[in-house]
């Protein structure tokens, strides 16, 4: 039944529903949403206009359903939407029943717009438009109000549902061409959304414009792929006709209504994530001023503010889009821009798109993805994937001129033999139809095209500068060694600092690492004074959008930029790129001085004091910033164009300004009055040393920092003999290389691969600082629980300076010993300290529990004084507390703890074991870590203790992930990121890698391991749902979690997990983390659980998802109230990894990335092993002392059952901390707050997850294999298949491991053999026995995890294509494969055989960065690899079968060699290409073989170097070195 | 890993016979590459328990880490940075540090307090170790009375921070227990004097013969100072009321070490004013490092016995179940007196002795057992039927002091003493009298050298404070 939805409330009662998209609250804040999703389009290549294509595109879009997500109601989507060409047909016989006639089509635009459902909001609205329009000169011919049916969408969606309709405007006569009259069109619409943002008109808060255009109309909303068509009746009008049709489903982390959030916007829709935004939005803002644009005239300041701040990514990228497009520049080159391929470091690419992207690197800065954007002017229409092409995007081209585009190949049945071309799209290439000239355009052709527009590479070398071309200076400034301890003193400069971060980045270029998480009080709540840097945390991806491989995806990096003005982004000249190009942010003093002294047309520098008069006190500082902003502003006045911030003058009067204030202030400063883009600017800092701090600068806008005083230590170090065989040219080279490498490491891990792009970013949130000085000085970050304010900041300098220039000189003046890493008296707080760890033993090893309460008290105390920020709360106790009898037994309890992820290998097998042991004792969980786990564990020990992980950790390098470990666990266990270390990866020396350790994660002993930073087939939040999705076929007895550290935003984050159906997230404390990590990371990302622990909770419940997820919480729990507050945060259960491990024996050496445990915990050395004295006893004391506690706080608090406690924060009180300095400024309320939710909206987790197993094709397929799985009986079977069944063979596979064990059955006893296009992750984890063939083709993950199965695929007998050009299947194939076999006769994506480990693979062709990581196993490649081929590759063999003789070039030589294969080698491959024949009926396989004399010496052999070192030794018999070689530590992956 | 490779070891005791016969230290030195090499074995914990096992705060890893890269410049700046006298605690403090070094959970600690003695010798010997005097003056004055090691660091801090300190002695010399207390086996005098020239250089004003009360009016302490510190010792000796306890030939043990030491400085002492074990049966009561002080000594003067006793039960081999790592480990010790000869007792309690005329020859003992009291105080019971008798001709008492000594000078300024007769103070070390404060055994009650040096640290930097309203000193 059509309605126009005005009863949208009649069957609903309010509270039944979410609220309107709300505004920020406790500790959710709507900038940390997300989206990701499913795209896809159709076009006409020819232009031809048919209501097929419509059709065929919603049905596309229904076939992607699974991309999208719905809400805590299953009929409420994220979003979906189409984009088409104006019906004009339709239109016009629908404006005449109306009573209007259209002109010609041209001659008039169609605007889509939301409005209100009150009829005087719609006057209003109307009245408002046609103002607008006529003031231009346009003509508002009639109204339609779109018909819509809303029967089928879900309450919340309507609850926001707004009026669809459509306004028909007439061009004016005298605008001839279509490019002025969308402009017009534009203007027109920026001045209405202006006064609608200035709420000029009532109603201005629902109206909105999808689209205005004479060419496109979009017609979206709060929907399911499967709720379009229906809803909006007018699509299925056969008179509906467009030659291009663009669609859109929505995966959004959030259930809040988001109408106007569906894609597509109107020139775009796009799949994936802008990690860049915030500093691409300030740098447009900062651009405005100088926009000027002959189009547009005066009417430019319409167009102002460019970007809408409150919209999504997607919505901004769009903006910018247009702006630059309706400015004058074509939609492809627009692109370009926007998303530049990388081309810093490609060789293969000509010098003038170079010379382009050189050039525009000069107006703009990289937007950097994930992304895969579908772009459309309504005649051209185009698909663009960024550079590091983490998005799946596979196109058919068909023989009757028509191309399907979209995120997954099947969601339209084409037949094959209508196929002429299947293929994909690669990294940083662009797919363009042009349907005017009817013609797929090559993405070499445009982009030449658009290159050679202008002479850019003259502009460039007209104006561009090298800065090693600069003259030298006069002068450069040396080390002053007799001032330097005081100037050290007055930066905090400590020896600590001295020894353990500046010496080790001279002396080894990187930074160091470190152990044991970080158990210091948080800047705030620390009483030494502490450097600004330290308030700030870094953010990292998790979940929707992956971190990246700055070290073996190094080809997409670069910390390259360049300094000086930028011209007007609107109106490019060749003076635009007068600029000085930097080949490193960080520079030396002679680069420094180079630039200071450097005088030409367009640069002057001008050096402006960063430092304040101590006699004023801290008042000094407020006002030295206002001075600084005066002098900049002069400056700038005077023509200055290089701004350099120097606090060179420190001196006995004169302390200095934080380098950090004063570069984020004047960088904000300047961008309000406009003038940013005019300057470039260099800090000349005395306090800037540690990765962390130059990340800060640069994120805050400083363009380049020279370091001098870290310059001047490192020549005291030499003079001193502490930097042994250094001189200081390369110290200094060396340490720059150190920052230059952190840095890029720090961007990775928010996904961001250009410096340029991190470049004013602000990816930082900060903690403990007061509001108004963050919006002040770091307009735009997050700080959410106040804090300290400029004063506070101003007297730790003061106290800083008055160490370092005393009045009363004392002692002989030296620097303080630090006691950051490492505890010292009287120095910063542990929470692990002598007292603590010597209590917490002495309690557990003696099951004393009145000992054990002096270290709960001890612990609880000092938290409460200065350590955390649970320490800052107090439990409100009941009036009359429960008689302790009445609260649950510690047995009731036992089942929420978990131990920490710790893998074998970072710990002995000893300590390993005895977790196992004790918390299966209790019922409580262990957890694998990232390991594997020998299968002997998995029974029961005589004596009835079992060795077995209830919780097995499934992380990016898939060790040992097979089928058998994932079905022997009650949990499996996604971890996203690491406490210690999120958004990084881990390395692991060969040296480590012997006996179990090697084993168990099907490694060869002595050849070094690698973890990738991401989980190479979680790319966004659907991806995840995706695993979540393979993990729950694997073992559906298990729950599956996803583990996530704290940070801001994590809350929508777990939102989205939760609709991803996760049963379990876990938050995880940044202090947490037994493992290695660089020490930035381990100081300096992430929050304290409590932070995040609250946030997730009230973002999850505020979205009705809590319900259906347990919420676990780590990171430093150390006693029974720790774990009471977290449970009234919301928690309901609990993990410990370092209080266990200190009951074990850990004395917090934190040496574990060593291997010299001194108590053979954190060690594989027999040695040391002998000395492990612990036992599970004292982990089982451990943990019923803490349920003990926890029930004596019940008591108090009067509660009988945990589950009664959960989430009910309003039992926690804010302490005042009146006691300390600098705590006064915190306001935790936000922490504490609960959401408004109506009654029997749950708090805590009352129902199971639904995964819709039932709906597997799996069943089916268990069924018929019946008879193999309880008989071992062949069975073989036939079936069709589509792109909507994914995880194929997995459910079967779990049924075949868990009854027949890790060997599986015989190679092929079961045999089935499918038609169609796969789903995702067709034959996940198959095990032994099974056999998966598939005519036709498959998208993303086959394979991955391939356990012993084999799979062969091939395209359909009566495609006419030939298939070794043809894309067969999708990204990341047979990752983290084990064993088995796969053929596939076609080309692959990327990522092919990542992390392989075992399986052997017959492949046509891959993409980009084929046998990443590999660690064993056999690949053969029968044609062309993508580039960055065997990236970090450390084990296994692959063949490339080398036609063009251009392979050399796409592969990474890092780690292996190439080499000409042998005639042991010869019979391997051979057998091997038969095999894929005889698989896969393969007519290339068949010319090779059938002229294999000239093929072979074709054959290039991949050989891994540490491998073959280590095969070498094996056959020289000299291995015996290495299996006696010590097993040693691992933890750099724990 | 060093510290599973090297084993640890100490420098060689001189040979007993050799070493009885003579005052001279007993230890041999320690070749400085053997030295290092020891260093190596510092493990640089994430928490290094030795240094919060040292009262001092010693930054122990990182000296340790300087001595091994040869650094030993930087090295005894940051021993000097927590420990004034480093030489004298090298020598004489029992390294509770070494009991708290992680090494010892499984193995044998690093031999912290050699490298210590080493550094402090090593920049003695290259002329590293210079007087100090401070920068500027600030025209405060501040008496300290008492010169042992307690008042030794406040001074020199005191004066560091700009102060004029004088330091009253009532002893004809300088040095307190130091001087007078220790026996020059275990620490040759002229490392004391080596250090006291020193404070002399940096300005400081000493003043032996000054008993303040007696020839020096407490009056003009006041008058004269701004701050007065009292690091006055806590001598006053333990009483044991047992029949015979009058007869002559049993001494306490302070005095019985004070007299050699004399002699050893080069006083004359009557013999009838001396007391010599020489050709007695020596017997010691008290298991402690006095008593060992006592054995050493009296081996020395030529002892036809010496028997040591002790009522507590011999200290296990190992920790008990209730001592564990990183406390001071109660385990069973042998110092290098214990192994000049002599016996030691344990379990023995004194019933009386006995005496010839006057004199003592006999101590009447029986075996005693400590009661299992629960939680309430152990109670020592008699074994029946062991009590004996042990032939005395000499009895040095040796068991403990019970508190500062009565002195005139707490009198006469009317500071409050505790419940122990220590004297009473509050959190800033002050006593009940403004201006005058306390440190080291008059406060703390008797205890360790390395406990004096801090505590005079700490008064220190409280008196600083007092005076100035702020103060850089580190204290401890």
């Keep these: 039944m059509k309605s126009l939805s005005s009863d949208r409330h009649n069957h609903y009662l309010a509270n039944d529903i979410l609220p309107a998209a709300p505004h920020p609250t406790g500790l959710y804040d709507p900038r940390f949403e997300h989206d990701s999703c499913g795209v896809a389009f159709i076009a006409d290549i020819k232009g031809r206009r048919t209501h097929e294509t419509v059709a065929d595109a919603l049905r596309a879009l229904e076939n992607l359903v699974h991309r999208g997500a719905h809400g805590s109601e299953v009929n409420t989507g994220d979003g979906a939407g189409v984009l088409l060409q104006v019906p004009h047909e339709f239109f016009h016989r629908e404006c005449a029943a109306l009573g209007f006639a259209l002109p010609a089509p041209g001659e008039y635009a169609v605007c889509m717009c939301f409005l209100p459902m009150d009829a005087v909001g719609i006057d209003a609205c109307r009245q408002m438009f046609e103002q607008q329009a006529n003031s231009l000169g346009m003509s508002v011919l009639g109204w339609r109000a779109v018909p819509t049916d809303n029967a089928a969408i879900g309450p919340s969606a309507k609850a926001g549902e707004p009026g669809m309709h459509q306004a028909f405007l007439r061009r004016p006569d005298t605008i001839t061409e279509v490019a002025a009259f969308e402009r017009t069109l534009y203007l027109l619409r920026r001045r209405m959304e202006n006064a609608a943002r200035d709420r000029d008109f009532p109603g201005h808060e629902c109206f909105y414009v999808c689209s205005l255009s004479p060419r496109t109309v979009v017609y979206k909303g709060m929907l399911s792929a499967d709720q379009i068509g229906a809803y909006f009746p007018d699509l299925s009008d056969p008179e509906v006709r467009s030659a291009l049709c663009l669609v859109h489903q929505r995966f959004s982390t959030n259930t809040f209504p988001a109408w106007r959030l569906a894609h597509p916007y109107r020139m775009l829709a796009h799949n994936g994530e802008i990690n860049t935004l915030r500093g691409n939005v300030n740098w447009m803002r900062a651009r405005e001023r100088q926009f000027a644009s002959e189009l547009f005239g005066d009417d430019i300041k319409d167009l102002l503010p460019v970007v809408d701040e409150s919209a999504s990514d997607s919505a901004t990228l769009d903006n910018v889009l247009e702006l630059l497009v309706m400015t004058g520049r074509s939609l492809p080159h627009a692109i370009m821009m926007l998303i530049p391929e990388p081309w810093t470091g490609n060789d293969g690419m000509n010098e003038l798109q170079r010379d382009f992207y050189d050039y525009h690197s000069s107006l703009m800065e990289p937007w950097d993805g994930p992304a895969a954007v579908t772009f459309t002017d309504g005649t051209l229409i185009g698909a663009v994937l960024d550079r590091n092409g983490l998005r799946p995007s596979r196109y058919y081209v068909t023989k009757d001129d028509r191309v399907i585009f979209a995120s997954e190949v099947g969601v339209l049945d084409i037949a094959p033999e209508q196929i002429a071309h299947k293929g994909r799209l690669e990294p940083g290439r662009m797919l363009l139809i042009d349907t005017a000239q009817g013609r797929i355009v090559d993405d070499s052709e445009v982009k030449s095209q658009v290159a050679t527009e202008q002479p850019y590479g003259r502009w460039l070398a007209e104006n561009r500068v090298g800065l090693a071309d600069l003259p030298s200076a006069p002068h450069v400034p040396t080390p002053d060694h007799g001032t330097l301890l005081r100037r050290q003193q007055a930066f905090g400069l400590t020896h600590e600092e001295k020894r353990l971060l500046v010496a080790p980045m001279s002396q080894n270029g990187e930074e160091p690492i470190g152990s044991m998480g970080t158990d210091t009080p948080i800047a705030v709540l620390s009483a030494r004074p502490q450097l600004l840097y330290n308030y700030f945390t870094q953010l990292f991806a998790q979940v929707t959008n992956p971190p990246l491989d700055a070290i073996r995806e190094e080809l997409v990096t670069s910390v390259a930029t360049a300094i000086g003005p930028e011209g007007n982004l609107l109106d490019p000249q060749p003076e635009s790129c007068r600029q000085i190009e930097l080949k490193s942010p960080v520079l030396d003093n002679d680069e420094l001085a180079r630039l200071k002294h450097f005088e030409a047309p367009g640069f002057r520098t001008c050096t402006l004091p960063a430092v304040f008069d101590v006699r004023e006190g801290p008042d000094g500082l407020t006002s030295a910033m206002e001075s600084l902003y005066e002098l900049a502003d002069r400056a700038i006045e005077d023509g200055c164009t290089i701004l350099i911030l120097s606090d060179r003058d420190v001196d006995a009067l004169h302390a200095p300004i934080p380098s950090l204030l004063a570069a984020a202030g004047l960088h904000h400063h300047l961008v309000r009055t406009g003038t940013r883009t005019d300057i470039g600017f260099v800090v000349e800092s005395g306090d800037a040393r540690e990765i962390h701090h130059y990340c800060l600068l640069f994120g805050y806008g400083a363009t380049a920092v020279n370091p001098y005083l870290a310059f001047e230590t490192l020549d005291e170090m030499i003079q001193d003999g502490e930097l042994a065989d250094l001189d200081h040219d390369t110290a200094v080279r060396q340490y720059i290389k150190a920052v230059n490498k952190g840095v890029l490491k720090v961007i990775s891990k928010m996904g961001i691969s250009t410096l340029q792009s991190y470049h004013g970013a602000q990816i930082f949130e900060a903690v403990g600082l007061d509001r108004s000085l963050v919006d002040r000085y770091f307009t735009g970050t997050a700080s959410r629980i106040g804090g300290v304010g400029i004063d506070v900041i101003a007297e730790e300098v003061l106290t800083r300076h008055r160490t370092a220039y005393p009045v009363r000189p004392i002692a002989a003046p030296d620097l303080d010993p630090g006691s950051e890493y490492q505890w010292r008296r009287g120095g910063e707080y542990h929470l692990f300290n002598p007292e603590t760890v010597f209590k917490l033993q002495h309690a557990t090893a003696t099951k004393q529990y009145k000992i054990f309460k002096d270290y709960t008290r001890l612990v609880d105390d000092q938290s409460r004084t200065l350590a955390t920020i649970r320490g800052l709360l107090d439990l409100q106790y009941a009036d009359e507390p429960v008689p302790i009898e009445e609260v649950e037994p510690v047995e009731a309890i036992f089942h929420r703890f978990m131990s920490g992820a710790m893998s074998l290998g970072s710990i002995s097998t000893e300590a390993h074991e005895d977790l196992a042991i004790a918390m299966n004792r209790l019922g409580g969980k262990s957890n694998t870590g990232e390991g594997g786990e020998d299968p002997a564990r998995f029974l029961r020990d005589a004596n009835g203790d079992w060795r077995r992980s209830a919780v097995k950790q499934v992380a990016s390098a898939r060790f040992g992930v097979t089928s058998e470990y994932l079905v022997n666990a009650d949990e499996l266990q996604i971890k996203m990121a690491q406490g210690a270390k999120p958004g990084e990866g881990g390395q692991l020396p060969g040296h480590k890698v012997a006996g179990p350790v090697a084993r168990l994660r099907y490694a060869t002993p002595g050849v070094g391991l690698i973890s990738p930073p991401p989980h190479h087939d979680i790319y966004s939040i659907e991806d995840l749902a995706q695993l979540i999705y393979d993990l729950k076929n694997a073992n559906p007895r298990a729950r599956v979690a996803v583990k996530l550290v704290a940070e801001v935003g994590v809350g929508t984050v777990a939102a989205g997990v939760s609709k991803a159906h996760a049963d379990v997230v876990l938050i995880s404390g940044h202090e947490g983390g037994t493992g290695a990590a660089p020490l930035t990371s381990l100081k300096h990302t992430g929050l304290p659980w409590e932070l995040g622990l609250a946030e997730a909770q009230q973002v999850v419940v505020m979205n009705r998802l809590r319900d259906r997820i347990v919420v676990q919480t780590d990171g430093q729990l150390k006693t029974g109230r720790d774990v009471v507050i977290a449970a009234l945060l919301g928690a309901e259960e609990y993990g410990f990894a370092t209080a266990p491990l200190v009951v074990m024996g850990c004395i917090m050496m934190r040496v574990c990335h060593l291997n010299t445990c001194p108590v053979g915990i954190a060690t594989q050395d027999p040695e040391l092993r002998k000395r492990y004295a612990g036992k599970p006893e004292f982990v089982e004391n451990f943990f019923r002392f803490i349920a003990e506690e926890i029930r004596e706080q019940m008591a108090l608090l009067g509660f009988c059952t945990m589950d009664e406690m959960i989430g009910r924060s309003d039992r926690l009180n804010v302490r005042p901390a009146v006691d300390h300095w600098k705590a006064r400024g915190l306001d935790l309320s936000t922490m504490l707050e609960q959401p408004d939710v109506p009654d029997g909206v749950h708090i805590r987790r009352v129902r199971e997850q639904y995964h819709a197993l039932d709906k597997s094709l799996d069943n089916t397929l268990i069924e018929l294999a019946r008879p193999a799985l309880e008989r071992g009986e062949l069975v073989r079977a036939h079936l069709p298949i589509r792109n909507v069944h994914r995880t194929v063979g997995t459910m079967l596979g779990s049924e075949l491991t868990r009854r027949h064990g890790g060997d599986g059955l015989p190679d092929g006893t079961i045999q089935f053999k499918f038609d169609g296009s796969a789903g995702q992750s067709f034959g996940a984890w198959l095990p032994r026995g099974i056999t998966l063939t598939l005519e036709g083709d498959a998208n993303d993950y086959v394979g991955k995890g391939l356990s012993g199965g084999r799979i062969a695929m091939y395209p359909p007998a009566d495609a006419t294509f030939p298939p070794e050009e043809n894309v067969l299947l999708g990204n990341v194939a047979l990752y983290g494969a084990t064993s088995g076999e796969a053929y596939f006769n076609g080309v692959c994506g990327e990522r092919f055989a990542v992390r392989n480990s075992g399986a052997t693979a017959v492949v046509e062709g891959t993409g980009d960065h084929g046998c990443e990581y590999m660690t064993g196993g056999r690949v053969v490649v029968l044609g062309r690899t993508g580039r960055n081929f065997a990236a970090g590759m450390s084990g296994g063999i692959a063949y490339v079968f080398d036609q063009a003789g251009t392979f050399e070039r796409r592969c990474n030589r890092g780690m292996v060699d190439l080499e000409t294969p042998d005639g042991q080698d010869q019979e391997a491959v051979r057998a091997l290409v038969e095999r894929h024949y005889e698989q896969t009926n393969s007519p290339r396989a068949l010319r090779i073989l059938e002229g294999w004399e000239q093929a072979w010496p074709l054959f290039v052999k991949v050989m891994p170097r540490e491998y073959r070192k280590v095969l070498q030794d094996q056959r020289t018999e000299s291995a015996a070195a290495i299996s006696v070689a010590p097993a040693v530590a691992e933890v750099s992956l724990g | ?476």
């Design chain 2, 1 to 476: 890993m060093a510290f599973v490779q090297i084993e640890r070891r100490l420098p060689k005791r001189r040979p007993v016979e050799e070493r009885v016969r003579d005052w001279g230290e007993v230890y041999s030195p320690f070749p400085e590459d053997k030295l290092t090499h020891q260093a190596r074995r510092c493990m640089d914990c994430g928490i290094p328990f030795c240094h919060q096992g040292c009262p001092l705060g010693n930054l122990i890893p990182e000296w340790n880490d300087l001595v091994t890269r040869d650094k030993w410049r930087e090295a005894i700046d940051r021993l000097h940075l927590t420990n004034n006298f480093p030489e004298f605690t090298g020598k004489l403090c029992p390294a509770p540090c070494e009991d708290a070094c992680v090494l010892s959970i499984n193995s044998d600690p690093v031999t912290i307090k050699q490298v210590e003695i080493s550094i402090i010798e090593h920049a003695f010997r290259e002329g590293w170790v210079t007087a100090r005097p401070p920068a500027m003056r600030t025209g405060k004055r501040v008496a300290v009375v008492g010169s042992g090691p307690a008042g030794l660091a406040a001074a020199q801090e005191l004066n560091r921070a700009g102060h004029l300190v004088t330091v009253f002695e009532r002893d004809d010399r300088i040095g307190g227990l130091i001087r007078y207390g220790i026996p020059d086996f275990k620490m040759d005098k002229q490392l004391l004097d080596r250090r006291l020239s020193l404070l002399l250089e940096e300005g400081i004003v000493f003043r032996p013969n000054a008993d303040i009360g007696g020839n020096v009016p407490a009056e003009e302490l006041r008058r004269d100072h701004d701050a007065v510190v009292l690091a006055l010792g806590a001598l006053r000796p333990r009483e044991l009321p047992v029949p015979g306890r009058d007869l002559a030939g049993i001494h306490y043990a302070m005095p019985y070490l004070t007299l050699q030491n004399r002699r050893n400085a080069g006083d004359h002492i009557p013999d009838d004013e001396f007391v010599s074990a020489a050709g007695k049966h020596v017997v010691i009561l008290g298991g402690g490092d006095t008593g060992a002080d006592c054995l050493g000594t009296a081996h020395r003067q030529g002892a036809k016995s010496v028997t040591q006793l002790q009522w507590r039960p011999a200290p296990p081999e190992t920790r008990g179940q209730n001592n564990p790592w990183p406390e001071w480990g109660y385990v069973f010790r042998t110092s290098p007196a214990h192994e000049e000869g002599g016996e030691r007792a344990f379990s023995i309690s004194t019933r009386e002795f006995l005496g010839e005329q006057g004199q003592v020859r006999a101590m009447r003992a029986v075996q005693v057992e400590v009661e299992d009291a629960g939680d309430r105080r152990a109670r020592l019971l008699e074994v029946p039927g062991t009590e004996h008798e042990i032939p005395a001709d000499l009895v040095l008492l040796a068991i403990g002091f019970a508190g500062p000594e009565s002195h005139s000078v707490v009198r006469e300024l009317g500071v409050e003493l505790t419940e122990r007769g220590t004297l009473a103070m509050n959190d800033e070390k002050m006593t009940s009298v403004p201006g005058v404060f306390a440190a080291g055994d008059a406060e703390r009650g008797a205890s360790l050298i390395v406990w004096a040096i801090a505590d005079g640290r700490i008064t220190a930097r409280n008196v600083d404070r007092y005076l100035m309203g702020s103060t850089d000193l580190r204290g401890s």
